[in-house]
């Protein structure tokens, strides 16, 4: 990286609302906290269905289509 670049970094949000460039701020109430744990909802039995976004960020140093490479995203269910 080059001084002052950002290195990217994925933000996660309910797929279901919707969302602006906010979600790649520091403390936005748009983006999942996962370090307190987050609910994402109650299992009763049957099938759990969430949708989340990805949303790939670099404090708006990312030009649309030319970031290239992986981002490893894990998720632990208990």
Do not use: H, R
């Amino acid at each position: 990286m080059k001084d002052k670049e950002v290195a990217p970094y994925i933000t996660v949000s309910d797929a279901a609302k919707k969302i602006t460039n906010a979600v790649c701020n520091n403390n936005s109430a748009e983006a999942l906290e996962f370090y307190a744990g987050q609910s994402l909802g109650k299992y009763n039995g049957g099938s759990v269905y969430k949708s989340l976004s990805f949303n790939l960020c670099a404090n708006g140093n990312i030009p649309t289509n030319t970031y290239k490479g992986s981002i490893d995203v894990s998720f632990l269910i208990e």
